[in-house]
């Protein structure tokens, strides 16, 4: 009856199921119940009101037994949740990075891919991290949904029962790209797991040194290109040291790209607009970035040519 794609989908589906029956039980029964009494209660037939006062048991019923069914309602969400907090111990980990709008998930020996392959049948706990802002991880078919904050570290996991692939959904809104914020989980046999990741390659040592990992770890290249392509923000190509348009206030004025460029437009975004973009599409890294980081992503610009 229930699909066995996870440990999680009987609990959540019975909770689900459970709550819906009660529910349509008292939209049906209580409707039902609303056009008998004005029916039977109608001016017509009932023209003199009844005042009914002082039931101790008509109190007592309404009061208990809604009472039980919330109660009981609770009990089943409580049940089903419990487990999904619980990390069995032993179980695989794969750190899964959301950003600004891709997911990566790590694996042991700094191994790096862009879909969640799993073996069947073993527990895996997915350690969830955002350099940005707040992202989801939701398995629909495994009923699995958590959120990916920053600054605070949160877990999921599961175990998965079926072979094949599933859609992996970032559930809370991102910014521009969040509709195309997806990935997929693939479910293959242990043998066939263990080749694919003996042949996932090690995360390359970065070329451009600890600034463009900073600006990488921050999901900073998701918005800014390299290469000169335009995103949803200005290129960092050939910006170091160039005079730039901006917008201050609604007025257009020149500056020089600098550091104190550099470090404006990283804490306070929305201070010097560059170009065309819009307003408010970037938030302040203040919390983030500290000014040692910015130091070190400013050598890193000035070498960008
Ligand atoms: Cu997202």
């Given at each position: ?12 589906d ?22 008998y ?29 809604p009472l ?10 409580w ?29 042991e ?76 989980v ?51 190509k ?17 500056v ?28 302040s ?21």
């Amino acid at each position: 009856m229930f699909s066995n794609a996870s440990n999680f989908v009987q609990g959540v589906d019975t909770a689900f199921a459970i709550i819906v029956g009660i529910s349509l039980f008292f939209l049906i029964g209580l409707t039902a119940l609303m056009i008998y009494f004005v029916i039977r209660y109608s001016r017509k037939r009932h023209p003199k009101t009844e005042y009914v006062k002082d039931n101790p048991w008509l109190e007592a019923t309404w009061i208990g037994v809604p009472l039980i069914i919330v109660l009981y309602m609770f009990y089943i969400g409580w049940e089903g949740f419990l487990p999904m907090r619980q990390v069995p111990e032993g179980a695989m980990k794969v750190k899964a990075i959301g950003k600004m709008w891709v997911y990566e998930f790590e694996y042991e020996g700094n191994k790096v891919s862009d879909t969640l392959v799993l073996p069947i049948d073993k527990p895996v706990r997915i350690d969830l991290y955002s350099p940005d802002v707040l992202h989801g991880f939701s398995v629909p078919a495994f009923r699995i949904k958590e959120d990916m904050v920053p600054v605070k570290d949160n877990y999921t996991w599961f175990k998965p029962g079926e072979l094949g692939e599933f859609d992996l959904f970032c559930t809370v809104y991102c910014g521009l790209s969040h509709s195309s914020m997806h990935s997929i989980v693939k479910i293959v046999p242990e043998l066939e797991f263990n080749k694919w990741l003996a042949a996932l390659p090690v995360r390359k040592k970065e070329v451009g040194g600890q600034g463009k990992k900073i600006l990488d770890k921050n999901g900073c290249f998701a918005c800014h290109s390299v290469d000169g392509t335009k995103l949803v923000g200005p290129t960092f190509k050939g910006s170091y040291g160039s005079k730039i348009k901006v917008k201050t206030n609604g007025a257009v004025r020149e500056v020089i790209f600098d550091e104190k460029y550099l470090e404006k437009s990283i804490y306070e975004p929305d201070a010097d607009i560059s170009g065309e973009y819009p307003q408010g599409l970037m938030k302040s890294y203040k919390k983030v970035i500290s000014k040692e980081d910015l130091v070190v992503i400013n050598d890193y610009l000035k070498g960008l040519k």
